[in-house]
């Protein structure tokens, strides 16, 4: 489907390799099968002329990689830059090229200053559109899908390298809020986007086919699809409501009535009303701990009901069942889908209880235990006791012995004093406190 915008004139440089599409390019994608072809209209050293009847130009520019953004000289002369020019001019400039919007241009010759791609042509094309891929139905959940949209100038693919850096492409579900669907209460959500850059499922880079990579891991229901392509100079946007299915092979874990010696099933179940049963194939891997890493294969299913075993594993720890399955739906289209993983755990069994003797012989050894315990306890504190006690008995000896050495040094002092008072008949020359011998025996020797 086409997105009609806005009528307005461009002027389109591309390079060389913009010439009429190969065969090998056409067969990439039916749809898009033609690209914008080599006819031009006038090329002199960048030079270009825009006549009177143009309200509004769009120029891309191909420059050769990393270069400066082109400058754009206007027929008086004068000078417009990406970082300087008129509000009515938007400009996106890129690593390979320039997208520049001109309302009103001034008719008369233009001119272009910068590395721009040698053998560059001129065209003019009316319209710029997206064309976009739309969802196949049914659709299902947890479905790989590949999809495909690209910008297109008068209904031809626009092909540059660095475009997808000059471009944002938006992918959206908006939930239509039905009753009984699961994505009844889901609002709008961003699922993905499309690329150009050959990684994923994009075949080529800079072919100009934009790949779409849709999260399709959401609640079934019905939906509005909403794929937005824009930047500072344009947005175009598709729409389109589709119905997003149930899975049509169910696979769910099943636990043996053991799960210590019993062996873990899948239990597998197909919607026959929806895929072929003969054309419908597991592949799955078993992941374990201890980097353990068993396929498990599928590729034929005999019943619509189908209990598969599981490889017998022994390693305690935790595991999980990851894959995907290959079928085809009864319209002929090949779908595969990504199981949701599945876990398990195998839990180591508990000890077996102790018997009365060891518990007999435990609660012994814990007595002898607790026993020697508190004789050494007591050990300690008897022994740090006495020997407070101890310390206290020699500082109290030692300040007894200090008191009794004062004592007979102070009486010794006074009979001292009180015979030269006697011999001087108490003259002025009388004893001071400083001649007093203070002085304790045992300090004189």
């Known amino acids: 489907m086409k997105i009609q915008g806005a009528h307005l004139f461009s002027v389109l440089i591309s390079a060389c390799f913009m010439l009429p599409v190969v065969a090998n390019a056409a067969n990439n994608t039916d749809s ?40 754009v000289v206007q027929p008086d002369g004068s000078k417009w830059y ?19 919007a001109i309302a009103n241009p001034t008719a008369g010759p233009w001119q272009l200053l910068g590395d721009v791609l040698p053998g560059s042509k001129i065209e003019k094309v009316s319209e710029i559109n997206i064309d976009v891929e739309p969802l196949p139905q049914p659709l299902y959940q947890g479905e790989r899908l590949k999809v495909a949209s690209r910008l297109t100038a008068d209904d031809l693919t626009m092909r540059m390298p660095g475009l997808e850096f000059m471009i944002e492409w938006t992918a959206k579900f908006t939930s239509d809020h039905q009753p ?19 990684e994923e499922l994009d075949e080529r880079p800079d072919d ?43 696979v769910k874990m099943v636990a043996p009535e053991d799960p210590l010696t019993g062996t873990w099933h899948l239990a597998i179940s197909v919607n026959e009303a929806e895929v072929l049963l003969s054309q419908t194939h597991l592949q799955l891997e078993l992941v374990g701990p201890a980097g353990l890493q068993i396929p498990v294969v599928l590729m034929d299913i005999p019943t619509p009901e189908y209990m598969l075993a599981l490889p017998s594993v022994s390693e305690y720890g935790s595991y999980r069942v990851k894959g995907t399955v290959s079928s085809t739906a009864i319209r002929g289209r090949e779908i595969l889908l990504n ?24 609660a012994a ?19 740090t006791i006495n020997g407070i006690l101890l310390l206290l008995g020699i500082i109290g000896f030692i300040i007894w012995r200090k008191k009794q050495a004062l004592a007979k ?8 004093l009180k015979e ?18 203070l002085m304790l025996p045992d300090d004189k020797r």
């Open 365 to 383: 050894q814990l007595a002898l235990i607790e026993e020697q315990k508190a004789k050494n306890d007591a050990i300690f504190w008897i022994a």
């Open 420 to 437: 030269q008072e006697l011999k001087k008949g108490g003259t002025e020359n009388s004893l001071s406190l400083d001649d007093i011998d």
């Open 180 to 198: 009984g669907d699961d994505n009844f209460a889901t609002g709008t959500v961003i699922v993905g986007a499309y690329k150009d850059n050959g």
């Open 82 to 100: 990406s970082s300087r020019h008129p509000s009515s001019v938007k400009w996106v400039d890129g690593i390979t090229g320039d997208i520049i």
């Open 208 to 250: 100009g086919i934009f790949t779409g990579s849709i999260n399709l891991e959401q609640p079934a229901g019905h939906y509005n699809l909403t794929v937005t392509a824009r930047n500072n100079i344009f947005e175009r946007e598709y729409n389109m409501p589709f119905l997003l299915s149930r899975q049509p092979i169910n």
């Open 32 to 71: 898009f099968s033609d690209y914008v072809p080599a006819p031009y209209a006038m090329e002199l050293k960048n030079r270009f002329r825009i006549d009177h009847k143009v309200e509004q130009v769009t120029l891309i520019v191909q420059r050769n990689y990393g270069s400066s953004p082109v400058v």
């Open 339 to 362: 199981i949701p993983e599945m876990f398990f755990n195998l839990v180591e069994p508990p000890a077996p209880p102790p018997s009365a003797e060891e518990l007999a012989a435990k």
């Open 409 to 416: 040094a102070l009486a010794a002092a006074e009979i001292r």
